[in-house]
């Protein structure tokens, strides 16, 4: 057993719980190691201080508030899929999505036919419906007249209140 190991066992080991190869793995592993025979000295001087303390019952009030929360969460929960179920849920609704989106989206334009410029293959080309947008390339590409265009005039300050 490495300390990790002993740290997540110290507890079943000084409540008796381990079974008797486990106890003694432990055990001498503890003989061995300076730090997790320690770490176990503390936490069995602060037992034995909690030991000492007097046991406070808890009101009534107090239980049937617990009760009351403990099946309330147990009834919001009843409702959800078993873990193993859980992977099997996501993927099936990622599909479902995929598909439906899939359905939603516009379909491409369609291909043109006959022969494409410069004996391209037809299939390669796709027809574009707005051909008007393309005329105006040059302006999209050469930004220069947009340097002649006067400066926005400035903004009107918001008034807030009317009596301002």
């Known amino acids: 057993m ?3 190991a ?3 066992r110290l507890v079943d080991w000084m409540a008796g719980r381990l079974d008797a190869p486990e106890r003694g793995e432990l055990e001498r592993h503890l003989a061995q190691c300076p730090g997790c025979s320690r770490t176990a000295a503390e936490m069995r001087a602060l037992w034995q201080l909690l ?4 046991a406070v019952e808890a009101s009534a009030a107090f239980t049937a508030r617990l009760r009351q929360r403990w099946e309330q969460e ?5 409702f959800s899929l078993p873990a193993w179920l859980r992977p099997a849920a996501a993927v099936a609704a990622t599909v479902f999505l995929a598909v439906w989106v899939g359905f939603r989206l516009p379909r491409q334009p369609a291909v043109a036919t006959g022969p494409g410029p410069a004996g391209v293959a037809s299939e390669d080309f796709v027809v574009v419906k707005d051909l ?3 005329e ?4 999209l590409v050469n930004f220069e ?3 002649v265009l006067p400066a926005a005039p400035p903004a009107a300050p918001d008034r807030m209140h009317p009596n301002d």
């Open 74 to 78: 147990r009834l919001r929960h009843d």
């Open 132 to 134: 008007a947008v393309l």
């Open 51 to 54: 030991d000492e303390l007097p």
């Open 6 to 8: 002993i740290g997540e």
């Open 136 to 139: 105006d390339y040059d302006v």
């Open 2 to 4: 490495d300390c990790r």
């Open 145 to 147: 007249p947009l340097s």
